[in-house]
């Protein structure tokens, strides 16, 4: 049974950082990619940043590169989102999610597993 837990979330003021963690178990996750979504109240999810658990490659939707950095440690099976100079419309719930291969990366719907979310608002 694979599980995902996120953990990390909270309140923090604009300017201010948090870091988001993955818990990944259940099988082997080699040639996965371990995504991060977020969804805000009325929107849809959207992608926010993706990685190779082999090769450590990585991908960044538009509006957090330079902010946000998606890492891994292999060998403890999670994976991590630092979010640094955050803002009000990064406030949402954020979602760690698993697929096969490191491709198509960016589609909610390619994600095989998913995580229970974890809240982030931002305040002004």
């Known amino acids: 049974q694979v599980q995902l837990g996120e953990s990390g979330g909270g309140l923090v003021q604009a300017g201010g950082s948090l870091r988001l963690s993955c818990a990944a178990s259940g099988r082997t996750f080699s040639n996965y990619a371990m995504g991060w979504f977020r969804q805000a109240p009325g929107k849809e999810r959207e992608f926010v940043a993706a990685?190779?658990?082999?090769?450590?490659?990585?991908d960044y939707t538009d509006s957090v590169k330079g902010r946000f950095t998606i890492s891994r440690v292999y060998a403890k099976n999670t994976v991590f989102l630092q979010m640094d100079s955050l803002k009000p419309e990064d406030t949402a719930v954020y979602y760690c999610?698993?697929?096969?291969?490191?491709?198509?990366?960016?589609?909610?719907?390619?994600?095989?597993?998913w995580g229970q979310g974890t809240q982030v608002t931002v305040s002004s």
């Open positions: 999610a698993a697929k096969r291969g490191y491709y198509n990366m960016y589609m909610a719907s390619n994600y095989d597993y």
């Open positions: 990685i190779s658990w082999n090769t450590g490659n990585t």
